[in-house]
């Protein structure tokens, strides 16, 4: 069973920073693209960052560009999310997820991705 597990969310003030890390079992995912996603209340789940099997390519909406780095390590089958200088607007639930086959990048689009995690809150206080 494929089972993705976020861990790592939590309160924090803004301009503080989290590292969210998302472990893989069940399948070695060190040879699939893999993404995080957002989604906050009222609103659809969004793109936030996405990282090539290799790790040698990565992907940022604009909104996190510059704040937020993704990376991985594959002899951990882990990714990971690191997030500096929090905006309230950063709030929402956090998913993992893993493209459906080998050797593939990451993807803007959730419709790439063929496993999820359940995910992990985000709140960051004003």
């Known amino acids: 069973q494929v089972q993705l597990v976020e861990s790592g969310g939590g309160l924090v003030q803004v301009g503080g920073s989290l590292r969210l890390s998302c472990a893989a079992s069940?399948?070695?995912?060190?040879?699939?693209?893999m993404g995080w996603f957002r989604q906050a209340p009222g609103k659809e789940r969004e793109f936030v960052a996405a990282?090539?099997?290799?790790?040698?390519?990565?992907n940022y909406a604009d909104s996190v560009k510059g704040r937020f780095t993704i990376s991985r390590d594959n002899a951990k089958n882990t990714v990971y999310l690191q997030m500096n200088n929090l905006k309230p607007e950063d709030t929402a639930v956090y998913y993992c997820a893993a493209r459906g086959r080998p050797y593939s990048s990451g993807a803007y689009n959730e419709n790439e991705y063929a496993y999820w995690g359940q995910g992990t809150q985000v709140t960051v206080s004003s």
């Open positions: 990282i090539h099997w290799t790790g040698g390519i990565t």
């Open positions: 069940g399948r070695t995912f060190s040879t699939y693209g």
